[in-house]
């Protein structure tokens, strides 16, 4: 298979909000597939970088932490998990004008947490983890 044949497979997909209407929920769509693709790469030398989360909805964040935690049980030091707060980028609207509001205001107690990043930047942060570096998004390297 494919995955296993991979240096690095990155998992970046997942909902923020369940979808009552496409019966999507934090089980089915965000830690279920993760899990398969975890469970596919356990006997190779795949590593996996998992796009968790700093701050969101209590549910949303329980489903991260899931993942996380079975990544670090199956794969050990081949699990990397990268925290980027709202990851925002001129071509999406919709977190763009939040992602710069949030950029300025940030350094505000409580605001810290959600540490907004430009898609740009934390896709040269995760090219310097492949490369074997660490990255100020990464908590977490086993």
Known sequence: ????????VIDCVGILWPD???QLNYQNASIQPVKQI??????SETKFLFIS?????????????????YARQVL??????VYPGLIYDRTKKSTYYLGKILHVIA????LKR????ERKILAQAIEKILQGETSEFEMFRK
């Open 1 to 8: 298979m494919l995955l296993n044949e991979a240096d690095w």
């Open 20 to 22: 009552r209407k496409r």
């Open 38 to 43: 975890i469970t596919t790469i356990k006997t």
């Open 53 to 69: 989360a700093n701050a969101g909805p209590p549910a949303y964040l329980k489903a991260k932490r899931a993942v996380e935690k």
């Open 76 to 81: 050990g030091k081949r699990a990397y998990v």
């Open 107 to 110: 350094a505000l107690p409580g």
């Open 114 to 117: 959600y540490r907004p990043v």
